[in-house]
């Protein structure tokens, strides 16, 4: 894993994700700090880049939008691991949503007992989050795993003191190669920016792709290219803005 991403290019296709890459991780999904230059920093790029920039992120998009108002209302992005995609040309595409009662059902009964413990219902997902009592992540992972194993059409997903439950159908690798497909993004080569084990899926698609996958933080990963924390990456950012 290389530590030193060359900088965008006019041709590149820029990929996103939020948490613990765009931001630091906070205790709750409500809490993160977002960096007073950032909103600025994206419309930037967004501009050079000719519209090739997109959010990829696991976040709802009625959580995350009014974090980055007025910006996220018309940039490219990808929530819910893909099931909600705004495209291009402001359009939306919604994927089915999944029988989530169990998986549910189970994260509420377990989060009724623990307060700690925090239930985040999606539109295509259930997540359980458990940032703020660690002792208990592996009765979460068995509630949700025991939940998921039940549909065939379901799929565990494990990330940074989350575990969730989502419809197999998607996924942030599939909702880049859909961007990839579309205009602008279309004959450019993709980078690809994430830290969880959720973004490993679309590391995968932009290194076949051509393209450069970073890794944001520690661990492993199939990424080529590693930035140490979110103030570093700001800074590549903003220093392949000056190179645009």
Avoid: N
Wanted: net charge negative.
């Amino acid at each position: 894993m290389s530590s030193t991403p060359r900088l965008l290019t006019p041709h590149s296709a820029l990929f996103l994700d939020f948490d613990g890459t765009l931001v630091d991780i906070a205790p709750r999904p409500d809490a993160v700090d977002i960096h007073h230059g950032l909103p600025d920093l994206l419309v930037r790029l967004h501009q050079r880049l000719g519209g090739a920039l997109a959010l990829i992120t696991g976040r709802a998009q009625d959580d995350i939008e009014p974090m980055l108002a007025p910006v996220l209302t018309y940039l490219p992005a990808a929530y819910e691991h893909g099931a909600v995609r705004r495209r291009a040309d402001q359009t939306l595409t919604v994927a089915p949503p999944p029988a989530l009662d169990r998986a549910l059902a189970a994260a509420r009964s377990l989060a009724d007992r623990h307060p700690d413990l925090l239930v985040e219902r999606k539109r295509s997902s259930v997540a359980l989050h458990f940032r703020l009592a660690p002792a208990l992540a592996p009765a979460c992972v068995a509630a949700m795993t025991e939940a998921a194993q039940q549909d065939p059409g379901l799929q565990l997903l494990h990330g940074k003191a989350v575990v969730e439950v989502k419809s197999a159908q998607v996924g942030k690798g599939l909702a880049i190669e859909a961007f990839m497909a579309e205009v602008p993004f279309a004959g450019r080569l993709p980078v690809f920016v994430g830290d969880d084990v959720t973004d490993e899926p679309g590391f995968v698609v932009v290194q076949r792709l051509g393209g450069d996958a970073i890794k944001v933080g520690s661990g492993e990963t199939a990424a080529a290219h590693h930035i140490p924390d979110p103030t570093r990456l700001r800074q590549w950012l903003q220093d392949s803005l000056q190179q645009l």
